[in-house]
């Protein structure tokens, strides 16, 4: 098994080819982008479960451990059911060399068992880039959705913003629909549209963000695809999130009008769904201080913790934290770690 990073489809559909293509039975919103997909992915899956359909979702990388990137209606895949699927899946991959990478058996664990539970829809979050990613084996979906773009794997994706827009966008599908959420670089924008037009998509959906109420903390409203409004409660943190949970909704409002299966999410499924979002370690306040009798030295019990892990989404946390601590005199730590090749300086 190879164990760096290695854009590519061969392996991924030789591998699926070898479980009898699970792929190829899954009905999938596609999520691709720099930030936002996994907070996007998150409200999609609570709405959707709030309508009462079973669902699949796979996001990356994992938090804590690598069956947490697979759930079945919110819920890890249990440890004895990722331990047996994994089995099947890497001796496959053994037996006829593949030589497949961890995301790709990772991925192909996760459509067998979103397809042996029969889950009526899957989202899929894209582990890097789009075009090449192990998770872009689908030929029907129902819905690919952009979220903010950024500078970041810039080694695999390149060093432009227009290169890696391309690369993003290559989860689109001919006759398919695209969601694009709202974009900080206006060319990423303008490369996006460019390729949903080339590529020949049905529905090319622009997203406006999502607008804070001044009733109370965490209330906003957005819009629906024909222009009338909803309030919403936010719960995650950040100004971020009206991006995300706007996209989010208008992935849920193309979906109820385009697909009779899903014609009955309503209104209330929306508005609850989103309140119920759950998406731990992004901007999630811990209470640390239980950590002091394991270190013989005191912890703060206000400790924010986060997966900013580029300049864009570094500049989010940044302005998070001074709203927060808007006119108060206090000192922040910053415990900051990153993999290799990350833009450390301009994130600093």
């Known amino acids: 098994m190879s164990t760096g ?4 489809l061969e392996r991924i559909f030789s591998l699926l080819e070898l479980i009898n293509n699970p792929h190829k039975r899954l009905s999938v919103i596609h999520i691709a982008g720099t930030n ?14 709030q309508s009462g359909y079973k669902t699949g979702r796979f996001n990356s ?16 895949i249990s ?3 990722f ?56 030929d029907n979906v129902l819905s690919s959705i952009i979220t903010s773009l950024g500078m970041d794997h810039t080694n695999f994706l390149g ?17 398919g629909n695209v969601i694009i959420a709202p974009q900080i670089e206006e060319k990423a924008l303008d490369t996006l549209k460019r390729c949903a037009e080339e590529v020949g998509c049905a529905k090319i959906l ?16 957005t819009k629906f695809l024909d222009n009338t409004y909803i309030k919403i409660n936010i719960p995650l943190p950040g100004d971020i999130q009206l991006e995300n949970s706007a996209t989010a909704i208008f992935a849920i409002d193309l979906l109820r009008k385009t697909e009779k299966k899903f014609a009955n ?13 759950k998406w731990p370690g992004r901007l999630q306040w811990i209470d640390a201080s239980i950590l002091s009798n394991v270190l013989e030295f005191s912890v703060t019990s206000n400790l924010l913790i986060d997966g900013a892990h580029n300049p864009q989404a570094v500049k989010s946390l940044r302005t998070f934290i001074d709203k927060q601590y808007e006119n108060k005199l206090i000192k922040i730590h910053w415990i900051f770690a990153a993999t290799k090749g990350k833009n450390i300086t301009e994130i600093f």
């Not at 936002?36 to 479960?49: M, P």
């Not at 999410?265 to 979002?277: A, F, L, Q, R, W």
């Open 5 to 8: 990073i290695n854009l590519g």
């Open 265 to 277: 999410i309503t209104n209330k499924d929306i508005i609850v769904g989103i309140e119920s979002t």
């Open 79 to 81: 440890k004895e059911d």
């Open 159 to 175: 060093d432009n913003i227009e290169s890696i827009a391309k690369e993003k966008a290559g989860i689109m599908k001919k006759n």
């Open 83 to 138: 331990l047996k699927t994994s089995e099947i899946i890497t001796n496959v991959n053994s037996t006829n060399n593949l030589e497949s990478s961890p995301f790709e058996i990772l991925t192909a664990i996760s459509l067998y068992w979103f397809d042996k539970q029969q889950v009526d829809v899957s989202i899929v979050e894209v582990g890097l880039g789009g075009r090449l990613d192990a998770t872009n084996v689908f």
């Open 36 to 49: 936002g997909k996994g907070s996007t992915s998150a409200y999609i899956d609570s709405i959707l479960l």
């Open 206 to 221: 622009l997203v406006d963000g999502a607008k804070w109420e001044q009733e109370r903390s965490g209330l906003a409203s």
């Open 61 to 76: 990388p994992h938090l804590l451990e690598p069956r947490d990137s697979i759930r079945i209606n919110g819920l890890p």
